[in-house]
């Protein structure tokens, strides 16, 4: 059973282009989140919504729109890609904002050529 | 500025060395804390965790870590490596209230290479 999926798992694409990842998970949780990890590992939030609310927008070009249709599911959506976009995007899921033990997706590579 | 810092970027062990893996981080208040595993090409894994109570935190495979308050600190630990601990480790923490609540506040991580 996956707890936490994403599709696609690789996403090669070329600048300018619209793309979108989707997330969802079977864990019954009311919080997504997602992720971006650099070249170097790094990870950082960018978004987070709990029962379909944004709650966390953190500096993030507003070319990235995330969308919530319901609590299982959370999209991630990309306009106009650019070189530095290229990352792996890690979606996430917790039961709420408390105590909050986050259960991570396999990851989405995207590769913007 | 409000972070959380590993110190060792790259640990290279051989098997059956003990390994600790430190953590800082500089928020006050209650904060809680986490180490996730990131084995090579897969998803972050939660390997141990600290809310509240016992200080030391028993987590799975054969790690532990402990909360040291006074040193804002939450060092991960393991007696005796093996060559399938080859992994990144990622130390994180989260607030329960104020603004930034919900968010975790991810370390650099570590890259541990156990050679066998």
């Known amino acids: 059973d996956t707890a936490v999926s994403q599709t696609p798992k690789y996403l090669v694409t070329q600048m300018g282009n619209d793309k979108s990842i989707k997330c969802e998970q079977n864990l019954g949780h009311d919080t997504m989140y997602w992720y971006k990890q650099d070249s170097k590992k790094f990870l950082k939030i960018m978004f987070s919504y709990n029962n379909k609310e944004l709650i966390i927008n953190e500096t993030v070009p507003n070319r990235f729109s995330p969308k919530s249709p319901d609590k299982a599911h959370l999209n991630l959506h990309i306009n106009s890609l650019e070189l530095g976009d290229s990352a792996v995007y890690f979606c996430?899921?917790?039961?709420?904002?408390?105590?909050?033990?986050?259960?991570f997706g396999p990851g989405t590579r995207l590769t913007v050529l | 500025a409000q972070s959380v810092s590993q110190h060792n970027h790259h640990v290279i062990l051989s098997e059956a060395a003990s390994l600790e893996l430190g953590c800082n981080y500089s928020y006050g208040g209650t904060v809680n804390l986490f180490w996730y595993v990131q084995y090579p090409g897969q998803h972050l894994q939660l390997l141990l965790k600290?809310?509240?109570?016992?200080?030391l935190v028993k987590g799975i495979k054969g790690f532990e870590a402990e909360f040291i308050k006074s040193k804002f600190s939450f060092n991960l630990r393991k007696p005796s490596v093996q060559w399938s601990d080859t992994a990144e480790y990622f130390c994180a923490v989260s607030k329960n209230r104020g603004s930034t609540l919900g968010r975790l506040y991810f370390g650099r991580g570590t890259q541990l290479t156990v050679w066998p």
């Open positions: 996430a899921s917790s039961s709420g904002l408390w105590r909050n033990e986050q259960f």
């Open positions: 600290y809310f509240s109570g016992d200080p």
